[in-house]
């Protein structure tokens, strides 16, 4: 079938015009729409409070998200915990230590970052193996991390201080969409708790992450576009192959 119409699992860009499905659109004449399958809701502090964890307990912070980040320092500000300017903030990605500026003053903190992907940071974390690590994260977490953290015996605790959940999709047609768009499990499972009742059938699905893959897999979808992989380290330059393959074929067929 040919893709008319795609659904992207996320927030419209602020920018629409610097987006790289925009640019999509353009090549192969495309409709592109953009929706929140989850929202955030943030854990309360007097939530947090049962868990017993005490930030100040730690001298090191991973991050994993922005969420995570913004998260962090709004509990930390409603439990009243002056971070200290001796932390230090481990990093998935430089965009997320970048971020980190919104809240410290980064020139003056240590922090530091992976490239892309968990294992890259790891090997920073393997250098600072005395320090104390807090892992800021969501109900719904991977547990791949915590794994691999125990599995290098580093000294952590898990902080819940956001949960997911499923946004109300009511005003959508899911059925209009050639293609749908994933980047978590968390956007997966909305689809089905939106739609009961969804059949993929020759619907393209494309999904980003091991984790959001083999919950679409367990969930009976086909996963026709899987990304980071080799040739495509984002979702848009995935979606960009398939569909320039998808272009060759029918040119063949034509001949």
Same mark, same amino acid.
């Given at each position: 079938m040919k893709i008319k119409k795609i659904l992207i699992s996320q927030p419209k860009p602020a920018e629409l015009e610097k987006s790289p499905y925009t640019a999509l659109t353009e090549k192969y004449n495309l409709e592109v729409e953009y929706k929140k399958f989850i929202k955030v809701e943030g854990i309360k502090a007097q939530e947090?409070?049962?868990?017993?964890v005490n930030i100040l307990d730690h001298s090191a912070i991973i991050f994993t998200s922005r969420k995570a980040v913004d998260h962090f320092f709004r509990i930390?500000?409603?439990?009243?915990?002056? %971070?200290?300017?001796?932390?230090k903030?481990?990093?998935?990605?430089?965009?997320?230590?970048y971020y980190l500026q919104k809240y410290v003053q980064y020139r003056k903190r240590k922090i530091f970052h992976g490239k892309q992907n968990f294992n890259d940071l790891m090997e920073l974390i393997k250098k600072h193996k005395k320090e104390k690590f807090l892992l800021p994260c969501s109900e719904s977490h991977k547990n791949e991390i915590p794994e691999i953290l125990e599995k290098a015996k580093i000294k952590y605790n898990k902080a819940v201080i956001?949960?997911?959940?499923?946004?109300?999709?009511?005003? %959508?047609?899911?059925?209009?969409?050639?293609?749908?768009?994933?980047?978590?499990?968390?956007?997966?499972?909305?689809?089905?708790?939106?739609?009961?009742?969804?059949?993929?059938?020759?619907?393209?699905?494309? %999904?980003?992450?091991?984790?959001?893959?083999?919950?679409?897999?367990?969930?009976?979808?086909k996963v026709n576009i899987k990304a980071p992989n080799k040739k495509a380290p984002s979702m848009s330059m995935a979606i960009d192959q398939f569909l320039d393959e998808e272009r060759k074929k029918r040119r063949r067929k034509k001949k």
């Open positions: 947090f409070r049962h868990s017993k930390s500000e409603e439990l009243r915990v002056e %971070i200290p300017d001796t932390m903030y481990f990093c998935i990605s430089e965009s997320t230590a956001y949960r997911t959940q499923s946004a109300d999709l009511s005003d %959508i047609d899911i059925e209009e969409f050639d293609m749908l768009v994933f980047f978590s499990p968390s956007g997966v499972k909305s689809l089905f708790e939106n739609f009961k009742d969804y059949k993929q059938g020759d619907r393209v699905v494309a %999904i980003f992450g091991p984790s959001a893959i083999k919950e679409a897999e367990a969930r009976g979808l």
